[in-house]
Nanobody
Framework: QVQLQESGPGLVKPSQTLSLTCTVSGGSITTSYYYWSWIRQPPGKGLEWMGAIAYDGSTYYSPSLKSHTSISRDNAKNTVYLQMNSLKPEDTAVYYC?????WGQGTQVTVSS
């Protein structure tokens, strides 16, 4: 069973860049037809799909976030990354990594000065 573990800085200032890591175990991120997504949930709101990276390295983004979001991976480390720039307070959320029906525990990101 695939297990996902998100990690990140917790607190980021407005206009700064956020970098999150999703460490994967129990399966390879290059396994055919697996898609590794980032999903976030702002306080009091629903889940928002942000984007994904596929088994072949192809990337897909939500149109509303595409301009300041980047998803990448390190095959050797079996890790997926999320980077967002120009952060705003409304980017405050719990950020999740998701794939093949598995979810990480999420990592809280607060954007505040």
């Amino acid at each position: 069973q695939v297990q996902l573990q998100e990690s990140g800085p917790g607190l980021v200032k407005p206009s700064q860049t956020l970098s999150l890591t999703c460490t994967v175990s129990g399966g390879s991120i290059t396994t055919s037809y697996y898609y590794w997504s980032w999903i976030r949930q702002p306080p009091g709101k629903g889940l928002e799909w942000m984007g994904a990276i596929a088994y072949d390295g192809s990337t897909y983004y939500s149109p509303s976030l595409k301009s300041h979001t980047s998803i990448s991976r390190d095959n050797a480390k079996n890790t997926v990354y999320l980077q967002m720039n120009s952060l705003k307070p409304e980017d405050t959320a719990v950020y999740y990594c998701n794939a093949v029906g598995s979810w990480g525990q999420g990592t809280q990101v607060t954007v505040s000065s």
